[in-house]
């Protein structure tokens, strides 16, 4: 009879941890954590390009609102009012522009509340002057006294405090996006220090031998990490290959606020980030299974 | 070469002791020696050879291989002492996925041997065993006596320096027993220290030499 040719041995496995470290589970479970760190990753950078945005238009501005008096016999024309507020602006400290908006401006701007009826010219709205102020900003409020003695009922507005509230908001979210990622990792730690030590349960024998016939922890490490690093990458890229219909949908729904979407508006650090998860759930895999194993096999001697 | 001092061997471990299976044994194994291990069914030559095998360590005593004192050593040592020491288990204990030549390649591989150095000195042992025509079996398809001689073949291919055979011929049959014996006062000639655990007293009356005897864990002769 015949023997069957012999066949060239498959080196690398020597431990036979092809069937003994979950091949299905363990790619799944990460895949599902890339998935999570990839929305989170999302999050944290939206937040931040938003507050970057915000505080970059807004932080060094005011608005003024000059009222049409009630009674306009009773007081100076509305345009001089108007000039006399301007003029009393561009020679306040700080200030290093003030401009009024045009009616049509004004009109685009009051648009999504009050629609066309913002254009009707019927409708008594207060004039609007847009100010820009020198990064080193004064007190609103002493420009606010100053202006309603001009013009009584001028109201300053400040934007840097609503800015500064939505910043505050935008890096509170931030924050909790990085803790889901912390979250998510120490997860995924978990899930590989489980599936090592399943791994090193089914095993014990082989191992036992293998190191009974010299083999160095070291050896029997890197067979380990070898396959949790390789399982741990395939699971990341499914991971973040299936949050990124997600995150297209999301993109999607934030263009009224960001304008359409496109690949170079998504903010860098997202662009960098998302590549790197799978590059960081292989290195969790390199490195939890490296430690699971030396720390597991110091029970030989 | 191997030195025992006054050496215990007690199972168990911190927690809860186990029984204590060797008591005060001291004895000598010159280098390029060769010694019977003989002593009644659960008198300690298994153990005695795992000791000597790096597998366990002394609970008592000192254990010198290679002029190493093992129990001094540093845990990162024993590796390279280990890959110097060729052991058949009782139990043979191949690894069940790989096929006999890969069981027989392993020390080779383990010692980082190049993979175009393996396949000739594996081939090699497996004739002499007489196994080339199964180099490609799983154990699960090997029969008893063919799976021991796979485990000989593994133990002896690297050329250690100190063979360790715990009941070698106990799935032998009488010419393939004489057929081993060969070997290992082979391997004893060309310099190995060789020590052979054996129930089988016309194996030892065919082949006369001193031995270490066991009863009860004691050692009741140093040959
Ligand atoms: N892992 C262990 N834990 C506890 N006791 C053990 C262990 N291994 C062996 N023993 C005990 O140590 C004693 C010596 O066993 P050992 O296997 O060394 O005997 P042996 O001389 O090789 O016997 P045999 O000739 O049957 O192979 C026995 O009483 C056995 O029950
Ligand atoms: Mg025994």
Redesign the interface.
Known sequence: MA?????R?R?S??L?LR?ALGDRMLPLLVAAMAFLAALALAGSAGAAALVRHWQEGAAAALTVQVPTPAAPAAAPAEGERLAAVLAALQSAPGVAAARALTPAELAALLRPWLGTAGSDPALPLPAVIAVHLVPAAPDPDALQDQLGRIAPGTLVESHGVWVARLARLGRSVQGCAWLVLAVVAAVAVAVVTAATRAGLAARR??IE?????????G?IARRFARRATWLALLGGVIGTLAALPVLGLLAALAAPFTGPPDLAMLPADLLVGLPALPLAAAAIGFVTAQATVRRWL?RL? | MVRLEEVSLQYGNARRAGPMVLHDLSFIVPEGGFRWLRGPSGAGKTSLLRLL?????PSRGRLFVFGSDTGVAR??E????????G?VFQDF?L?T???A??NV???L???GRP?AKVAPDVAEMLRWVGLS????ARPAALSGGEQQRVAIARAVVGRPSLLLADEPTGNLDDAQAERLMRLLKEMNRLGATVIVATHNAALVARHPGPALRLEQGRLIDDG
Request: charged residues 30%; aromatic residues 6%; without cysteine.
């Open positions: 023997e069957p040719p012999y066949r041995p080196r496995d020597d036979g069937h024998e082989a031998l293998v190191h009974g016939l010299g083999a160095t922890d050896y110091r001697p | 095998h790096l597998a366990v360590r845990r990162a024993l590796p390279a002492l280990r890959r110097r020491i052991m204990r690894l996925h790989l096929s030549f890969d390649a392993l020390p591989r383990l010692a993979e025509a199964r180099m490609a």
